[in-house]
């Protein structure tokens, strides 16, 4: 299978400058492989969506000449998809039903002693773990959450990504069992991105940097469920005024696009390439591929 890469953003509101280097980077990888590249829109979480946003994105690539070179996959139409491959993670153990509350985790940490670290995520203690789905109290629930069940004989994850080098995790110290689907149907980002990067055929995944701790849970599913685990690139992040992500919570303004060129030379900068000055923007694309090229040579993937 040839090359086939993916942007992937939330309709949650309109690219912005950390999302442009997102995109443009995975947009750069996938011209330098002579591969395809597709924009998929993650609307799985619909109450944090807004409505005609993801059309309003797909425009924004667009008028920067970064179009998909297949219709894009939305996530909201694929509900069915996800609940299947819950089904087969049940059947197999390695999926269980879980009633904690948010509340209950922080509790059940604090009773073993365990702080949680500024921004942090909580560690599951593994509460409901030894629950099934006809479980005392379980079954009667009809939406209970779903957790990905951890085989502990072997927790840490290794992967090479292509930029920032060999990476490991302990998941089950530092996340423990996962959600897959939450307790309003939901599926969760982790779930569904494993299911649509197989379905999409995917082999190389290029990414913001704050989305690498993902990748070990991603990993972990893919060995459950049998899939092919990609090629990762994690990008720099743009950062806000606070020295956090940008993002549309501290303040990231929408892209302008009226003029092209200002906002796609800003996110190479970002990237380590070079700007163009007065070249039309597909000239200037065509350049920052051959950069790109020599910076992440696809030859040594």
């Known amino acids: 299978m040839g090359y086939r890469g993916r942007f992937a953003p939330s ?54 000449g970064l179009a998909s070179d297949e219709v894009p996959l939305v996530q909201s139409q694929r509900a069915n998809v996800y609940q299947q491959t819950l089904q087969t993670l049940i059947a197999k153990g390695d999926a269980y039903p879980c ?17 949680r670290p500024r921004h942090a995520e909580l560690v599951y203690p593994g509460t409901c773990r030894s629950r099934t789905e006809k479980s005392s109290g379980v079954a009667d629930s009809p939406q209970p959450a779903w957790r990905f069940r951890i085989d502990k004989t072997d927790t840490l994850v290794r992967w090479q990504d292509r930029r920032l080098g060999s990476q490991q ?28 990067d197989a379905a999409q ?51 990231a303004l929408a892209l302008e696009t009226s003029n092209p060129l200002a906002e796609l030379n800003k996110a190479v900068v970002a990237l380590g390439l070079h700007p163009r000055v007065d070249a039309p923007v597909g000239v200037a694309l065509a350049a920052w591929v051959q950069e790109w090229q020599h910076l992440y040579n696809p030859a040594h993937d």
Not at 169 to 196: H, M, N, S
Not at 210 to 223: F, G, P, Y
């Open 11 to 64: 309709p949650t509101g309109p690219l912005h400058a950390g999302s442009l280097v997102a995109a443009l980077a995975s947009w750069l990888d996938a011209r330098a492989h002579s591969g395809t590249w597709l924009v998929r829109i993650e609307d799985v979480d619909a109450p944090r969506c807004i409505a005609g946003m993801g059309d309003h994105i797909l425009s924004q690539l667009a008028a920067l």
């Open 99 to 115: 009633q904690c509350s948010r509340k209950d985790i922080l509790t059940a940490l604090e009773a073993l002693g365990r702080e």
């Open 169 to 196: 995790q302990d998941v089950e110290k530092l996340v423990g069992d996962f959600p897959l689907r939450r307790a309003d149907g939901y599926a969760t980002y982790q779930l569904a991105v494993v299911v649509d």
């Open 201 to 251: 055929g995917i082999t190389h995944i290029v990414r913001g940097e704050d989305l690498a701790d993902n990748t070990a849970r991603q990993i972990l599913l893919q060995q459950a469920l049998n899939l092919p685990t990609p090629s990762y690139l994690h990008t720099p992040l743009v950062l806000g005024a606070n020295g956090e992500k940008l993002s549309k919570q501290n303040g």
